[in-house]
């Protein structure tokens, strides 16, 4: 196979991923249909009595004017009133039966969609780092709000009707054949045009629709990027540029829209051109017939009643077919983000390590990100229990890619990480959460109390212990100072907090966790100095009797490590304790000096 077909997909490879995704999407769907298949089986009767029920009209009408009427001016009322009595009771019925499809209907759309929305959410989270760092937040919105609602849109009713649409053309057809079947006949060659406007219509808007989804997902990705990003986007007078390239997006949705509006329109007005001229061909030939005395008036009646019957649901059809459309592509997104598989697998026979006591190894490991070059090249390291080894270097030599590693968000090309000698790969991953705990840059604070926040990494953590642990890092003073205490809420993302603030309250948060092995990665780079100085007692508290791996630009963090690994292009060039690698005159000396250099300019 040639580089340019590689490169270049061919239209036959687009159609297999196109067969492949509505292959998923209806596994998908039987899936979601298992749990509910009684109400489905419910409904569908529902369905079909209604339909029955409301197609019994005309064959009434017909028999009434046919037989009843006579029967009346020869002084007998049996047969009308028999006919006004049956069909009162089979409105009464069919609109019982309607209301009914409705309620049953919505119980098994909203338990479809409840099941859905845990399972998005309940599998967005198992993947793996690597599915996070690629696939935007803005797209897995999109699938949470825009695509499920798309779905919604179908199962509040869509389904239903179009079900009851197909039913109801049946019916129509089959009554009209046995009440006249001439009439029929004429029914049966007006669907030919019916049913080629219908493909020429489906094969259309399946691309339309696919588009419009694609269209309204990148608005949606592009306004959660930039509201993510706003403060740079201020910081940068950014806002008529990105106001640009939104309103290029959304000029897109909207030609995308106004593309299946027309579509739309073409296909409406076609169902009522084809409605319209067989209702006329069936009066014109039955009209001449009955003229003839070869057609019943009733049966004539009855006949122009079914004609106009059988296309009114097409009309209804066509309306739902955008939402049927939109969820197909929804729906297909969906099935494509579940069948995502973690990169990082939970093992199937875990080992279980209850009581880490932190000795860390990685044994040749050699790990690249992706089909991207190597970053780690045989890395070999061993850190005993209770030593503190801080990692230094230049930026994208590879220092945090050590930290991901250790804390499995990745797994290794060749060569093993084990802690306590059990491969992180097999080791059973709650104990591996309780044993290793991170603590990044960004200290993120869900929406609660700082109590909340400060527990997350031990649930169960009493009021005297959260303290404690606040104490023990020395942010308890800061917490008392807030207006309400430990109680106090903080908004999305900690802002009532400043970075620094935040930081702290992950540290008291990490050492309430207790881990036998502390990750920090570059957890002191957004602090300012009073607030280094402030942080560096509760980190000699966070690092006492447990092994620690520090990565940190800033040498004051650095300094106080049993130990420091000087990383360059993915190996360790430098391995000794700070002291020693100062007196040795190597690079971790030259970075020493510099800090000196700013500590006196400072």
């Not at 694609?214 to 509201?227: H, N």
């Not at 909207?254 to 007005?269: P, T």
């Not at 060749?414 to 290793?436: E, K, N, S």
Request: glycine share 8%; hydrophobic share 45%; charged share 20%.
């Amino acid at each position: 196979m040639s580089a340019t077909t590689l490169d270049h997909p061919t239209a036959d490879d687009a159609r297999e991923r196109s067969r492949e995704a509505r292959r998923r999407s209806l596994v998908l769907l039987r899936s979601l249909l298992h749990p509910v298949r009684r109400p489905v089986w419910l409904t569908v009767a529902l369905v079909v009595g209604s339909q029955v029920a409301a197609v019994s009209g005309p064959a009434l009408v017909a028999y009434g004017i046919d037989h009843a009427l006579p029967a009346l001016v020869d002084g007998n009322s049996t047969p009308v009133l028999a006919v006004a009595a049956t069909y009162l009771v089979i409105a009464v019925l069919g609109g019982v039966l309607v209301a009914a499809t409705v309620r049953a209907s919505a119980r098994v759309s909203q338990a479809i969609l409840l099941d859905l929305r845990r399972r998005v959410f309940r599998h967005t989270q198992r993947l793996s780092l690597e599915f996070h760092e690629r696939y935007t937040s803005g797209r897995i919105i999109s699938r949470q709000t825009s695509d499920l609602d798309a779905v919604r849109e179908l199962l509040d009713g869509g389904v239903t009707t179009l079900a009851a649409g197909v039913l109801s053309m049946v019916l129509t057809a089959v009554s009209l054949a046995i009440l006249d079947p001439r009439s029929g006949l004429v029914l049966l060659v007006a669907v030919v045009p019916g049913v080629l406007l219908s493909r020429w219509f489906q094969r259309r808007s399946r691309a339309q629709y696919r588009r419009n989804r694609t269209a309204a997902a990148r608005v949606i990705v592009r306004f959660v990027e930039t509201m993510t990003g706003i403060r740079a986007v201020q910081a940068f007078r950014r806002e008529p540029q990105v106001q640009a390239a939104y309103d290029a997006l959304s000029e897109q949705y909207r030609e995308s829209s106004a593309g299946s509006i027309r579509l739309n329109g073409w296909f409406d007005s076609g169902l009522v051109l084809i409605g319209n001229v067989t209702v006329a061909t069936v009066l014109l030939v039955g009209g001449l017939r009955a003229l003839e005395g070869d057609l019943a008036v009733g049966v004539l009646a009855a006949a122009v009643l079914y004609a106009r019957r059988f296309f009114s649901p097409l009309q209804q059809m066509a309306m739902f077919y955008n939402s049927f459309q939109s969820a197909t592509a929804a729906l297909e997104k969906v099935a494509d983000l579940l069948a995502e598989e973690p990169s990082v697998p939970d093992p199937e026979h875990p080992v279980r390590l209850p009581h880490a006591r932190g000795d860390v190894r990685f044994d040749g490991v050699t790990f690249g990100y992706g089909d991207g070059p190597t970053v780690l090249h045989r890395l070999d390291l061993h850190v005993p229990p209770g030593q503190t080894v801080a990692l230094v270097g230049a930026t994208g030599a590879g220092k945090s890619t050590v930290a991901k590693l250790l804390t499995r968000f990745y797994d290794v090309r060749t060569g093993a990480v084990t802690i306590d000698g059990v491969d992180v790969r097999d080791l059973d991953p709650v104990d591996l959460r309780r044993a290793v705990v991170m603590v990044t840059q960004e200290a993120y604070l869900f929406s609660g109390s700082v109590a909340a926040n400060i527990a997350l990494g031990r649930p169960g953590a009493t009021r005297g212990e959260v303290e404690a642990a606040a104490r023990a890092v020395g942010v308890h003073d800061l917490v008392a100072s807030l207006p309400d205490g430990y109680d106090t809420e903080v908004d999305k993302r900690g802002v009532r907090l400043s970075a620094g603030q935040r930081q702290l309250v992950s540290f008291a948060r990490a050492f309430l966790a207790d881990p036998a092995l502390l990750v920090l990665d570059e957890a002191t780079s957004s602090l300012d100095v009073p607030g280094e100085l402030l942080v560096q007692e509760g980190l000699g508290t966070l690092l006492a009797d447990r092994t620690a791996v520090v990565i940190a630009h800033r040498l004051s963090t650095v300094m106080g490590a049993d130990r420091v690994l000087v990383v360059e292009g993915g190996r360790v060039v430098e391995d000794g304790s700070p002291g020693d690698l100062v007196a040795a005159g190597g690079r971790f000396a030259a970075l020493h000096e510099d800090w000196q250099r700013s500590l006196d300019r400072a």
